[in-house]
């Protein structure tokens, strides 16, 4: 069984950066494409980057050019640099699968962008 630790948030001003990383706990982490997700409240929780075993990426279109994803297999950790961040990127963000089954949802980590 996969388990998910998310770190990294905080609260930082608009137009800061912070790099959230996410340790994966279990042999088939290197397999999978492994993306991150966010919720900010009263919302759905939404897919904004995605990387794949072979590292290829992909970006929701509001974080492209101010997001990098990337992956450590060896130390099976996903990270999300973001960059030049808005007071509407305030949310908790997670790492998961981005194939279903997903795997069970970690705790997350809460980012607060202050205007």
């Known amino acids: 069984q996969v388990q998910l630790v998310e770190s990294g948030g905080g609260l930082v001003q608009a137009g800061g950066s912070l790099r959230l990383s996410c340790a994966a706990s279990?042999?088939?982490?290197?397999?999978?494409?492994m993306g991150w997700y966010r919720q900010a409240p009263g919302k759905q929780r939404e897919l904004v980057a995605s990387?794949?075993?072979?590292?290829?990426?992909i970006y929701a279109d509001s974080v492209r050019g101010r997001f990098t994803i990337s992956r450590d297999i060896a130390k099976k950790t996903v990270y999300l640099q973001m960059n030049s961040l808005k007071p509407e990127e305030t949310a908790v963000y997670y790492c998961?699968?981005?194939?279903?089954?997903?795997?069970?949802w970690g705790q997350g980590t809460q980012v607060t962008v202050s205007s």
């Open positions: 279990g042999s088939i982490f290197s397999i999978n494409a």
């Open positions: 998961n699968r981005v194939v279903p089954p997903l795997f069970s």
């Open positions: 990387i794949t075993s072979g590292g290829m990426t």
